[in-house]
Structures are given as structure tokens and as C-alpha cells.
């Protein structure tokens, strides 16, 4: 299947590295540009706060009469936003950059997402969503200590010329594909889909993932300096990402055959433990598992919530993956945004674990909220899992 949707898996792969190859740079942005760390981190809430807005806003218009086309203006939108930052001579630009990047990144993720799940038969929906994330995944797993090691011996800038590299690679993926791409929902991001309950408490879910998960993960580096174990910064970061690449790619198999609606509260209580074991726990050890544990649930728990909301109203892939990512990111950007305050208002790095705790709670009612919520057409309830299978014959393969 890897063959079928391969350039969107690298088109994913790009905007894993964009999405949070700042976090290992931080640093050096802020000396560069004379700034703080605090200041510099508000890039990453420009980039999750536009990548929120512009997927549900813009997705439908973008693929309006082509697909191929609408992927292509999205990567040209994300890399440019790139090649600006990479030059960025002030902190103005920069966070400027950072929010046209984050609206061709906002925009690609549903795109990407649709269209592998519309490349295959219904039964391996689980995994073609899956393999996008697993590209969000391994390029965050790659990329970023990459990035991290360029930004460390040549400068940060050097690292965003990485991004815009992959980018364009990915804009030569899509273009080379020679295989028709499925046409998509043109409608946008329908208010109706998201007034649905079962997506509504969805939405809502995939918030307190990005504000727990996505949010902490920006403050990673001082965060581990702040609790003694700072020499190990940068093993954590590939803790996180391999964590996560993995989950991504279990999370597939594991949709198609267990189904979603099995996986989905495991992967939110697995998650908080991992807050908790950082909150609670010190060594090096300890951080290593709980932290490798926190990607694989943030990462896999990603295609498991999408599966869950999309798998009996598939017509409606496109909008309620852009609600759900635009809500994720948001979270990401409002959990960055807190950080940044808590931060600005003197709490140690070292307590954020606790923070996400205290938030990430939240994930676990929700997830079986999801759950209870069935019935989301009018006068019927929706099928399950292997009734929506069974109705699926006309999947492609």
C-alpha cells in the first residue's frame, strides 16, 4: 500500500520536520534575532494557530477541480512560508513566516489525510491514515535531530534550508505520481459535520491531546535541563520521535483489525501516565521510557481519532479531519502559548510535566464520551465498524 500513497507520505514527512524542529533551535533563534526563548516559542503558536484556522477555513477550496493541484498549492504555500523564515532578519518576520507556514501545512495535513484514505478500500483505511502520520512521525524522528545538529554546527538558518529542501522534494513526489488522484470534498469544512456530537466531542478531545502532548513538547529541551538531566536533551528528542514513529505505525494494523473504538481510551490513559511518570519520576531511565511512551500515544493516537470520527461518515473525510487537526494544533498552540506564560511567570520548566497532567486528564471521559456518542445522522444511528466495512465495496485498492 506504501506504494500508493507514498507522495503523500513524504509531503507528511516535511511538515513533521517543520512542525517542530524549532523546539531543538530555540535557542539559537533567540540570539540571533535578539529575542528571548519565550518570544521565539510564540512561533510555534503562530504556526499551530494559523495551521488551526486555515485547514478548516481554506482545505475545500484549495482542492476544488483537483486534488494534485490543490496538494501542490498547499506544499508552495508551506515552503514558502519556509524560505521566509530561513531569511527572516527580525522577530516580526519571523512569526510572520511562521503563520504563512503554518496555513500550508494547516491546509496539506487534510488534504493528505483524505486522499490516502480515498486511495484505499475501506478495510485499510486504519493504515493509509496511518502512514501519513507515520510521515508526520518520521520526519519529526529524523528531521529534527538533524536539524538540531545543523543548527548547532552551521546555524538555525541552515536547519529551515533542511525544511524547504524536503519540501521541495515533496512538491516533486506529488507532481511524479502518475496515478489519478481521487477527488475530493470540495465543500470545505462543513459546520454541519462538526455539529454533530460524536465529532463535536472529538474536536474537543483532539484539543486537550494538542494542548497536553503538542504543547509540552516545545519546552522538551529547558524542561530536562530544569529536572538535572539536560546532557540527555538531545536522546529525548529521538526517544519521542522514534516513540512516535512507532505508534504510528502499530496504530494502522491495529485500527484494521481491533478497530478504533477498542484503541481510542487506552491510547488517552496511556498518554496522561506518561505526563505523570515525568511529573512524578527523575533520572534519565525513567524519562527515556515515559517520554518514549508519550510519543507513541500522541503520534498513534492521531489516525485512531481520525478513524473514529470519519469511518461511517467517509463523504465527510476531508472536513472532519481538518476539524480535528485544526482543533489538535490549536491545542498545540494554546499549550505552547501556556508554557510561554507559565514560564514568563516564573514556574520551573521542570513543572510543566504537571501541567500536562493536570490538562491531559481531561482526554480520558472524553475518549469514552466519543464513544457513547453514536448517533450522528438524523434518525439513525451510526453503523459500527464492521457494519461500515461491510458497506464498503466500492473502497478502492
Known amino acids: 500500500m506504501i506504494g500508493t500513497v507514498w507522495p503523500l507520505v ?22 540571533s534575532l535578539t529575542a528571548t526563548v519565550g518570544a521565539i516559542g510564540l512561533g510555534v503558536t503562530a504556526f499551530t494557530g494559523a495551521y488551526a484556522v486555515a485547514g478548516p477555513l481554506l482545505s475545500g477550496r484549495f482542492v476544488a477541480g483537483s486534488t494534485r493541484r490543490g496538494l501542490l498549492v498547499a506544499l508552495g504555500v508551506f515552503n514558502a512560508g519556509n524560505l521566509i523564515t530561513a531569511v527572516a532578519p527580525n522577530l516580526e518576520v519571523f512569526l510572520a513566516s511562521r503563520v504563512l507556514s503554518g496555513v500550508g501545512a494547516g491546509v496539506l495535513t487534510a488534504l493528505a489525510t483524505s486522499a490516502a484514505a480515498a486511495l484505499v478500500a ?16 518520521a520526519g519529526t524522528v529524523a528531521g529534527v535531530p538533524t536539524g538540531m545538529l545543523i543548527g548547532h554546527h552551521v546555524g538555525w538558518r541552515w536547519t529551515m534550508g533542511l525544511v524547504v529542501a524536503v519540501g521541495l522534494v515533496s512538491m516533486l513526489a506529488v507532481l511524479l505520481r502518475s496515478q489519478a488522484m481521487p477527488p475530493l470534498d470540495a ?3 462543513r459546520v454541519a459535520v462538526i455539529l454533530t456530537p460524536q465529532v463535536a466531542i472529538g474536536v474537543a478531545l483532539a484539543f486537550v491531546f494538542g494542548l497536553a502532548s503538542l504543547g509540552l513538547y516545545t519546552y522538551l529541551l529547558p524542561m ?17 520521535g522514534v516513540g512516535g514513529v512507532a505508534g504510528s505505525m502499530v496504530a ?20 496522561v501516565a506518561s505526563f505523570a ?12 521510557v515515559a517520554i518514549a511512551l508519550w510519543g507513541a500515544c500522541g503520534w498513534g493516537g492521531v489516525p485512531v481519532l481520525q478513524d473514529v470520527l470519519t469511518r461511517s461518515r467517509q463523504e465527510r473525510t476531508t472536513s472532519v479531519v ?14 505552547s502559548a501556556l508554557g510561554s506564560a507559565l514560564l514568563g511567570a516564573g514556574t520551573s520548566a521542570g513543572d510543566l510535566p504537571l501541567a ?12 469514552f464520551l466519543v464513544l457513547g456518542s453514536r448517533r450522528t445522522r438524523a434518525g439513525g444511528a451510526t453503523p459500527s465498524e464492521p457494519e461500515s466495512r461491510a458497506q464498503a465495496g466500492t473502497g478502492r485498492t
Open 10 to 31: 513524504v509531503a507528511a514527512v516535511s511538515l513533521g520536520i517543520d512542525a517542530y524542529v524549532l523546539a531543538g533551535v530555540l535557542p539559537q533563534i533567540a540570539d
Open 122 to 137: 475501506t478495510e485499510r483505511r486504519g493504515r493509509a491514515m496511518a502512514l501519513v502520520t507515520f510521515g508526520l512521525s
Open 187 to 189: 465543500g470545505g469544512a
Open 224 to 240: 530536562a535541563a530544569e529536572r538535572g538531566v539536560g546532557s540527555w536533551g538531545f536522546t529525548f528528542v529521538w526517544a519521542w
Open 252 to 271: 494502522g494494523p491495529l485500527i484494521d483489525g481491533l478497530g478504533s473504538r477498542r484503541l481510542l481510551p487506552g491510547v488517552a490513559v496511556l498518554l
Open 277 to 288: 511518570a515525568l511529573a512524578l519520576l527523575d533520572g534519565p531511565a525513567a524519562w527515556l
Open 322 to 335: 481538518a476539524f480535528q487537526m485544526a482543533a489538535m494544533y490549536l491545542g498545540a498552540s494554546a499549550g
Open 356 to 367: 500536562a497532567t493536570a490538562t491531559g486528564v481531561l482526554a480520558v471521559p472524553l475518549a
